[in-house]
């Protein structure tokens, strides 16, 4: 089945810095991915989501990047705050109803003022 | 906006005991799913459900039931609670490939 590797596993950044995170999976037929945040003692919060039809995507000082030849996804915060300090994990799926997430380990962000 | 509420949002239960974790959504959506996330990890999916009245296994359904008496409520329900299945449940519920999730249920067997 399908298998997502999320690095790093911890980031620390300045604020105003950018800060990238990375997946790669496995499965070529994956077209769904999307961002997820959860900060402390929350549920998982949806940042961004593409089809597989879309290179790049941005949206509030977030860019998604997909590479379907490498079959890598990435994250990158652009200008980080602390407010931005939480757990990511990129998601995969199938484009079809009701299709089953695939998550990645999850990246654990700080945001040192 | 979609909103998936879950209940109760902790819970201690004793070994052996029953427990039933509840979730509502209010999104119409036909899908809903319960996940695992353990300390430091991701989320495993427990059990899902396309259909009233219908569930399927995830990939960790061992020691699980679920139960969907309606379009808008799924319950994990988990019969002989172990040390092991101290955890936080996530619900989700989903249109088409995004998933929207509940706040979380922290349960704690002791």
């Known amino acids: 089945g399908e298998q997502v590797e999320q690095r790093p596993p911890h980031l620390s950044v300045r604020e105003g810095d950018s800060a990238i995170i990375i997946c790669t999976y496995t499965d070529s037929a994956t077209a769904y991915f999307s961002w997820y945040k959860q900060e402390a003692g929350a549920g998982l919060q949806l940042l961004m989501s593409?089809?597989?039809?879309?290179d790049r995507k941005e949206e509030q000082g977030l860019t998604v990047l997909l590479n379907k030849k490498d079959k890598r996804l990435s994250l990158n915060l652009t200008a980080a705050h602390p407010g931005d300090s939480a757990v990511y994990f990129c998601a995969v799926s199938y484009n079809n109803a009701g299709a089953k997430l695939t998550f990645g380990g999850g990246t654990r962000l700080t945001v040192r003022p | 906006e979609a909103a998936v509420t879950q209940s109760p949002r902790s819970k201690v239960a004793v070994t052996g005991g029953k427990v039933t974790l509840s979730c509502h959504q209010t999104?119409?959506?036909?899908?809903m799913y319960w996940y695992r996330q353990d300390t430091g990890h991701g989320l495993r999916l427990i059990h899902y459900s396309y259909v009233a009245d219908s569930t399927e296994k995830g990939d960790i359904p061992d020691g699980y039931k679920a139960s969907r008496p309606s379009q808008e409520n799924f319950s994990l329900i988990l019969e002989l609670a172990s040390l092991s299945q101290t955890a936080v449940y996530f619900c989700a519920s989903s249109d088409w490939g995004v998933q929207y999730f509940g706040p979380g249920t922290r349960l704690t067997v002791l």
């Open positions: 999104n119409n959506h036909d899908y």
């Open positions: 593409v089809l597989s039809n879309v």
